[in-house]
């Protein structure tokens, strides 16, 4: 773990399992790590649907404008999980990373590796998942570290990786609208 937090401190791209897909990742504040994220993805950052992996609602907070107290108990009957909520985003997140609708997608996992990264690391991670929508689908995780070996720091594996997206759902409205339903469970 520590590997991994003093690739993120530097500005690099590490790669883990997530209670969804396998992902990689990077400290939102350096923008040479966000421009390197986005590359390997193939991504325009100012165009960039990316998430943020978050430990808790508290650390999310920092990110996001104050919640209605509806959509607040929704997330919270719903993390942690392989969900992912799309909220109106606060003054607080990085400025070389906004898209145009002032959104931003924050998950709260529930992996146990990913769980003690963040706790241990000091900020949320910026995240997509790998591979893209657009790419072969390269299922195990040892195909993952050939194909992407080159461009990421560390690889944090497990045995347990689940292979399906997190779902994702719209909370800038109430009801919230389900945007990518991959079949887990939402809690109304």
């Not at 430990?55 to 509806?70: H, R």
């Amino acid at each position: 773990m520590e590997l991994a937090i003093d690739a993120l401190s530097r500005g690099e791209i590490i790669a883990y399992p997530t209670d969804s897909l396998f992902a990689i990742g990077c400290d939102p504040w350096q923008k040479k790590a966000v421009v390197a994220l986005c590359r390997i993805k193939n991504l325009d950052p100012a165009k960039a649907n990316l998430s943020y992996l978050c430990p808790s609602m508290t650390n999310a907070s920092k990110l996001i404008k104050q919640l209605d107290k509806e959509v607040y108990k929704f997330i919270n009957r719903n993390t942690p999980g392989p969900l992912t909520f799309i909220l109106e985003a606060g003054k607080t997140m990085p400025h070389h990373f906004r898209n145009k609708r002032r959104t931003i997608g924050i998950r709260i996992p529930d992996h146990y590796l990913l769980k003690m990264l963040l706790s241990i690391f000091e900020h949320p991670l910026l995240t997509t998942s790998l591979p893209s929508n657009d790419e072969e689908e390269l299922l195990y995780p040892e195909e993952l570290v050939d194909h992407y070996k080159d461009q990421l720091s560390i690889w944090i594996d497990d045995e347990h990786q689940q292979n399906s997206p997190s779902s994702v759902i719209d909370c800038t409205n109430w009801p919230p609208e389900i945007i990518r339903n991959s079949g887990h469970e939402i809690v109304w």
